[in-house]
């Protein structure tokens, strides 16, 4: 192991200045989802530069990409997941310019060993985080049904191990009614205020009688327009989380229910639809977890905090992923913080460009390309990792 450390560090000495660069480039150029055309750029050019096949506008995104290097000899097929959109009016207040510096770093230097040792490398570009959550239709379409595994790492202020996370569904309820001048004509009137009001207090009656793990949050959003006229459309936007989709799918019928007497009781109409994707509860590998932390401790001075099976109140498009293949993605510390889980926030656009950041994304870099080695010499490892997802596939 010590032997490879050695030769793991020459490696990544070959590539951190460039890494480096594109980090801080993308940290100094912030793009919104879908509209990454530099970011996505900066990294299929070092990528095809080194060797990489490039497929771009993967899955009909344009700055999508699917980044392959095969060896020609057997050996398991590796995903490094790359994010780089920024936050609107913030920038990279989540640190997605180093998620990109790790995954691209970690299939660059896997690459050399897998001429080697055999194998095929992925760094898969997937835009959007922050909005359209791009890994749903990615996974959708198959991207990852192939991988033997797929790994990243999200900036955190300490290093984690690769939590669950809960199942989440954005759903807008819509209520219609009948305008009438509120003073003069009240009787003439259906009352869609009414409605979404009764609705939200059917579902905060609901409560009681949910499980622990059920989230459920929302606003109106459109609640009328003036107090004289009796409003004709009101809707709100709800977002529903459990730890598991089975339990989300049970919520949302209830939800429904309050929804439809809710105008039923006030001479409403109604509709449901969603407005955003849903996300997949995230179930990390704990093989494959352990595996990867144990390798990262070898070049991270700080420690892991480790929640193992237990799941984080999130959410993350990572999820889906977890479903068509093992899957992980720790926490990678960039800085210090009173609040362990700030996030999108000023301070971590300045953590993001951080020399801490920056030195921890290299030794994350090496952790993974270690785990990537261990992955493709060690198959009884391999088959422990897809033995566990088996199991959660069959739930």
């Known amino acids: 192991m010590v032997e490879l450390a050695d ?34 750029k900066w990294q299929t050019d070092l990528l095809e530069k080194y060797g990489f ?8 995104f344009q700055t999508a990409y699917r980044a392959s290097y095969k060896s020609g000899k057997t050996g398991p097929k590796i995903a490094m997941m790359a994010e780089y959109d920024a936050l609107p009016g913030l920038g990279h207040g989540c640190g997605h310019n180093l998620i990109a ?59 984690t191990d690769s939590a669950n996370y809960m199942a989440i569904i954005g759903r807008r309820y819509e209520f219609f009614g009948k305008p009438s001048h509120a003073a003069s ?22 409560r009681q009688q949910c499980q622990d793990d059920a989230r459920i949050h929302g606003v109106i959003s459109d609640g009328g327009l003036a107090p004289n006229v009796i409003p004709d459309y009101t809707a709100a936007n709800f977002y529903i989380r459990a730890n598991l989709m089975s339990d989300v799918v ?22 449901i639809s969603p407005f955003e994707e849903d996300f997949m509860d995230c179930r990390s590998n704990q093989t494959l977890n352990r595996l990867a932390v144990s390798n990262i401790e070898k070049f991270s001075p700080y420690p892991f905090s480790i929640f193992g099976k237990n799941y984080i109140p999130g959410s993350t498009d990572v999820g889906d992923v977890s479903y068509s293949c093992p899957a992980i993605m720790l926490g990678a510390k960039i800085g210090d913080s009173d609040n362990p889980m ?25 952790g993974f390309a270690m785990t990537g080695i261990e992955l493709i010499t060690k198959p009884e490892i391999l ?11 069959n739930l």
């Open 53 to 60: 096949q490039v497929e771009k506008n993967l899955c009909g």
């Open 101 to 159: 510096m790790m995954s691209l770093g970690s299939g660059l230097v896997l690459k050399e060993f897998a001429e080697e040792l055999g194998g095929e490398i992925y760094v898969i570009g997937t835009p959007a985080e922050e909005t359209a959550g791009t890994k749903v239709e990615m996974s959708r379409q198959g991207v990852f049904d192939e991988m033997d595994v797929a790994m990243m790492a999200h900036p955190f202020f300490r290093n």
């Open 383 to 393: 088959k422990e990792i897809k033995a566990e997802f088996a199991e959660i596939k």
């Open 342 to 366: 700030e996030q999108h926030t000023p301070h971590v656009v300045e953590c993001a460009a951080s020399e801490t950041a920056l030195e921890n994304a290299v030794n994350f870099i090496k």
């Open 185 to 206: 004509a009240p009787d003439a009137g259906i009352n869609a205020l009414d409605a979404v009001i009764n609705f939200f207090n059917l579902i905060n009656a609901m």
């Open 250 to 271: 049970k919520l949302e019928n209830r939800i429904e229910n309050c929804a439809k007497a809710a105008a039923m009781g006030t001479g409403c109409t109604y509709k």
């Open 7 to 40: 030769r793991i560090n020459e490696t990544v000495k070959k590539y951190e200045p460039e890494l480096r660069k594109m980090a801080l480039d993308i940290h100094d150029n912030p793009e919104l989802g879908m509209k990454e055309f530099k970011a996505c």
